[in-house]
Every structure is written in C-alpha cells, then in structure tokens.
Nanobody, 119 residues
Framework: QVQLVESGGGLVQAGGSLRLSCAAS?????MGWFRQAPGKEREFVSS????????YYAQSLKGRFSISRENAKNTIYLQMDSLKPEDTAIYYC???????????????WGRGTQVTVSS
C-alpha cells in the first residue's frame, strides 16, 4: 500500500500563488490532484502520466494551475497561480500502481491539504 502525503497548503490572498507537493512512499504511475470545497462534491483538478509526458486539467483551471512530477523523489507538484476565493478547498493527491491507468480511477489517496484564498 502506497502512502501519499500532501503539503504546501495554507492561506493566501486572491491573486497569490501556492505550490502543493505530494510525496509517495513508493512507486506510482499516473497521479492527480482533486479538490473538495465546503458543501460541494470532490472534483478533478489535474493529472499527470507516469513519465510526465501527458498532463490533464479541468477546463476551468487551465492556464492558472500547472502539474509536474519528480520521479526520483516520488513526488508530484501543483503550482497554483492567480488564485481566486473560489479555489478555496481541501486539495487531495491521488495515485495508482496500475501502469495502464491514464488519468484515474485512483486507488491511493492522501488525507488532503487545506487551501484558503481570501478576497
């Protein structure tokens, strides 16, 4: 069982930036970020293939968020720029040990990191 640990969340003003990290305890292939705002369902944010060659984004977040990975450290990142109050949510990291999975579903999940964007 691979453990995923997110970090980098916090409080930021609108227009600011944050970089989230997710460290995996073992090897994973496709990985992704999801978020859940208060009172809303969890939604897809972004995912990245095992070699970083393919990335996917929620349409509404393209241009502001960027996903990357560093396999030597079993870590993925989410760079979030031009943050808006509506980006406030708990951000979850997810991953899979199945090489055939491209962008989910994922069987490994982190516990989440809170991102709060003030207006």
């Amino acid at each position: 069982q691979v453990q995923l640990v997110e970090s980098g969340g916090g409080l930021v003003q609108a227009g600011g930036s944050l970089r989230l990290s997710c460290a995996a305890s073992g090897r994973t292939f496709s990985m992704g970020w999801f978020r859940q705002a208060p009172g809303k369902e969890r939604e897809f944010v972004s995912s990245i293939s095992w070699n970083g060659g393919s990335t996917y984004y929620a349409q509404s977040l393209k241009g502001r968020f960027s996903i990357s990975r560093e396999n030597a450290k079993n870590t993925i990142y989410l760079q979030m720029d031009s943050l808006k109050p509506e980006d406030t949510a708990i951000y979850y990291c997810a991953g899979t040990g199945d090489i055939t999975v491209v962008a989910g579903p994922y069987e490994y999940w982190g516990r989440g990191t809170q991102v709060t964007v003030s207006s």
